[in-house]
T-cell receptor, first 115, second 111 residues
Framework: NAGVMQNPRHLVRRRGQEARLRCSPMKGHSHVYWYRQLPEEGLKFMVYLQKENIIDESGMPKERFSAEFPKEGPSILRIQQVVRGDSAAYFC?????????????FGSGTRLTVV | EDKVVQSPLSLVVHEGDTVTLNCSYEVTNFRSLLWYKQEKKAPTFLFMLTSSGIEKKSGRLSSILDKKELSSILNITATQTGDSAIYLCAVENQGAQKLVFGQGTRLTINP
């Protein structure tokens, strides 16, 4: 069981470009959560998805950010027209059912740097 | 708005010392509190606490929840340099749709 796989590990984008971050959940996990971590801060919730559905996107900025979790393939967090303030570590976590008591496993993160 | 505050933000001790990390929270309809250890990459799970007063233990680490005081502590005894990390506290509400994290405590163990 490979665990939660995120790629790329590091991503550098120029201001105005698009960033696509991928998250493959653990086998058998259909719930995916995305978090953002700014330097010297804790993780901040962005969005919770269950196969093909967005359940809670209350932490997503209203513009430029979108997320999907298609029936086949990884979950994608997409950031359009990136700005310097988007530089952060983006972590995803997966679980087999809703709730931390079912096991909530984090990936190693994607570190996005906007130059 | 749900909130988690950790203290201290940073702590430096010598190998062999005992440390206590604090976490206080305000959350609507509390479900659980979790502790994670974060080194250079993914947060790794340490404990999940749901009931007040019951200590959870794993080797030199232990944790307890106080629902009356809305707080939890994480103890590490006989610290080792490998314990150096950021320790994150998070709470989950009954909706179980997300975790709310504190800022973390950066623990440094010097040999």
């Amino acid at each position: 069981n490979a665990g939660v796989m995120q790629n790329p590990r590091h991503l550098v984008r120029r201001r105005g470009q698009e960033a696509r971050l991928r998250c493959s959940p653990m086998k058998g996990h259909s719930h995916v959560y995305w978090y953002r971590q700014l330097p010297e801060e804790g993780l901040k919730f962005m969005v919770y998805l269950q196969k093909e559905n967005i359940i809670d996107e209350s932490g997503m900025p209203k513009e430029r950010f979108s997320a999907e979790f298609p029936k086949e393939g990884p979950s994608i967090l997409r950031i359009q027209q990136v700005v310097r303030g988007d530089s952060a570590a983006y972590f995803c976590a997966s679980s087999p059912q809703r709730g931390a008591n079912y096991g909530y496993t984090f990936g190693s993160g994607t570190r996005l740097t906007v130059v | 708005e749900d909130k988690v505050v950790q203290s201290p933000l940073s702590l430096v001790v010598h190998e062999g010392d005992t440390v206590t990390l604090n976490c206080s929270y305000e959350v609507t309809n509390f479900r659980s509190l979790l502790w994670y250890k974060q080194e250079k990459k993914a947060p790794t799970f340490l404990f999940m606490l749901t009931s007040s007063g019951i200590e959870k233990k794993s080797g030199r680490l232990s944790s307890i929840l106080d629902k009356k005081e809305l707080s939890s502590i994480l103890n590490i005894t006989a610290t080792q340099t490998g314990d150096s990390a950021i320790y994150l506290c998070a709470v989950e509400n009954q909706g179980a749709q997300k975790l709310v994290f504190g800022q973390g405590t950066r623990l440094t163990i010097n040999p």
